[in-house]
Structures are given as C-alpha cells and as structure tokens.
C-alpha cells in the first residue's frame, strides 16, 4: 500500500496528539520545557499553604500590635482612695492618757496602758477563792472582766496598727497608682502590665489580712459580750429557780393565796 505525502503527516499529527493527551509529562512544541501536571497541581497547593500562613502571621502580628498599644485614657479608671481618720479621744483628768497613742500607732504597750487607766480595776478581795466555776455567779463575771482585759488591749492595738500600716503603704499604693494610669511605653508592655497586677494582687492580700485581724477582733469582743447578756439571762432564772424553791419550803404567804403569790416571782 502506497502512502501519500499528505497522509503521511496527518498520521504523524494523529500520533502526536495521542501521546499528549495520554502522557503525564510531555514537552511543549517548539519549547525545551516539560509540562507535569502533577508537579504543577503540587505547587498550586503549595502556593496556597503559604498564603495561609502569611495570613495566619499577620493576624498575629496584628494582635500583637494590639496588646502593645498603649492606653491613652487611663485617668478614666482612677478614683479617690479614702482614709481612715485619726482618732482623738478628750482627756479631762487623765482617764483616757494614752487613748491617742493606743488608737494611732502600733505599741501594744501603749493599747494595755491605755485600757487599765480608762477601766475601773477589780479587787475581788479572797470570798471568790473557795467558789466553783461554773457555778458561781461572781467567778462568771470575773471570768468576763478577765476576757475585756485580754482582748480589748489587742484590739486597741490592732486599730492603731491598722492606721499606722495606712501610713507605710501610702508611698507604695501611690507609686502602683501612678505606674497603672501612665500611658507611655515604659508601663505598657505586656510584661510591665503582669508585673503592675502581680503588685495590685500583693497590696490587696496585705490589705485583707489587715482587714482580717480587725474583724477577728468585732467578733472578739462581741462574744464577751454576749457573756454579760448570757450571765445576766442565766442569774435571773437561778434566783426565780431559789425564790421558788424558798417559798415551797418556808411558805409565808397569807391563808389561800400562796397560788397567787408564786405566779407574780420576781
């Protein structure tokens, strides 16, 4: 079979276009390159991957930028900071000597002096020596003036600790207050910032311990307190208890009426 020039080359081009669309990586026609279209779709993928992570940097770097940045309105936080007075206590024939010192510095020996010069001393003499506690009416209220001698000069002392601690830590609460409102770099990273709330955190917890140590005090003398009430609760039924036991035994009363008489006890 004979085979013409021209259908020759039709075959050729025939073959040709078979092999580009059946190979995976061929060259381009008049061109050294090949074409892999697998390692074309792998760069495109590639491509994409670093996009992303360009994105991803420069929200991270926006965010960074953010926490940065400085405040410039902090004075809209700030408020007045209110202190607890002085005490001054009138002292008109010496009774109170002391008081001041007691209620404004930290001396526990001024706080007893001042409570033995402003309270009556008791003398209870030796007619309490042979009584029973518990049982006795004058070892209980001994029992409660011993206790107000004990703890009210403590709590003098707490009170004017607490004033003389105000003072110490003004320098320092001040120092924080300013750091926290200034709103150049200095005080505005992200470390300095840590830093300044640690401090806040540390000022606060010796602020409550302080805070503490009165309160343990309210509840302190309120339960001595309560030992006068409760004493004089328990008195008043003791002697209705023994007025009725006496009337029983001894009875006094006029003809028919001893009923009428046990109703109105004192």
């Known amino acids: 079979m004979k085979i013409t020039a021209g259908k020759r080359r039709k075959w050729i081009l025939a073959v040709s276009a ?4 059946t190979t995976p990586a061929f060259a381009l026609f008049g061109f050294d390159i090949v074409y ?24 991270s770097l926006a965010m960074m930028q953010a926490n940065l940045k400085n405040f410039s309105f902090k004075t809209l936080w700030q408020t007045t900071k209110s202190s607890l007075m002085a005490e001054t206590v009138q002292n008109s024939y010496g009774e109170t000597a002391g008081w001041n010192a007691a209620l404004n510095t930290n001396s526990p020996g001024a706080a007893k002096t001042a409570w033995n010069m402003a309270t009556f001393q008791v003398s209870p003499g030796t007619y309490l020596s042979g009584q029973m506690p518990g ?20 709590c003098l002392n707490a009170v004017g600790q607490y004033r003389a601690i105000e003072g110490d830590n003004a320098a320092a609460e001040a120092a924080l207050d300013n750091n926290e409102l200034d ?13 300044l709330l640690n401090a806040s955190n540390a000022q606060r917890l010796h602020e409550m311990q302080s805070q503490g140590a009165l309160h343990a005090c309210l509840v302190e003398q309120t339960t001595i307190s309560n030992m006068s009430q409760r004493n004089a609760a328990a008195s008043a039924i003791n002697d209705s208890a023994l ?19 046990q109703t109105f006890l004192p």
Not at 38 to 43: C, M, R, S, W
């Open 135 to 154: 049982s006795s009416s004058g070892l209980s209220s001994l029992a409660m003036i011993e206790a107000f001698d004990s703890s009210s000069p403590t």
């Open 243 to 261: 007025a009725q036991q006496e009337r029983a035994v001894n009875n006094a009363n006029p003809a028919g009426e001893s009923n009428t008489w």
């Open 18 to 21: 078979g092999l580009v669309l």
């Open 36 to 59: 892999d279209p697998t390692e074309v779709a792998q760069t495109i993928a590639n491509l994409k991957q670093a996009i992303q992570i360009a994105l991803t940097t420069k929200q």
């Open 183 to 195: 709103t150049s770099s200095g005080t505005n990273s992200e470390i300095e910032q840590l830093n």
